[in-house]
Nanobody
């Protein structure tokens, strides 16, 4: 019923930029929080950045000053602008949303994930 679609990802050289996007669709009343998590092979999933409907942001220490998260509330979309990418940023990035469904319940949803590879 509710879907998070996250096109983007790809191969980028160290120091380069990359932009990720995610759009929520379906029986949605409101989207409270959206953000991105990532998971590298052999490591647990970790938070990258989140943004509330009031545009309060939270970033992992490892990406502060390099990544910028933003959202368009009218379109239920969230964007992650990544710059100064490092090899350790290589991971599968998952879009996350905490939202109010058409039945009045707040639930967490996840995108399908997109691969980001930072390498020369």
């Amino acid at each position: 019923q509710v879907q998070l679609v996250e096109p983007g990802g790809g191969l980028v050289q160290p120091g380069g930029p990359l932009r990720l996007s995610c759009a929520a669709s379906g029986s949605i009343v409101s989207v409270n929080t959206m953000g991105w998590y990532r998971q590298a092979p052999g490591k647990q999933r970790e938070l990258v950045a989140t943004i509330t409907n009031g545009r309060n942001t939270n970033y992992a220490d490892s990406v502060k000053g390099r990544f910028t998260i933003s959202r368009d509330n009218a379109k239920n979309t969230v964007n992650l602008q990544m710059s100064s990418l490092k090899p350790e940023d290589t991971a599968v990035y998952y879009c996350y949303a905490l939202l109010q469904s058409g039945w009045g319940n707040r639930s967490s949803y996840w995108g399908q994930g997109t691969q980001v590879t930072v390498s020369s």
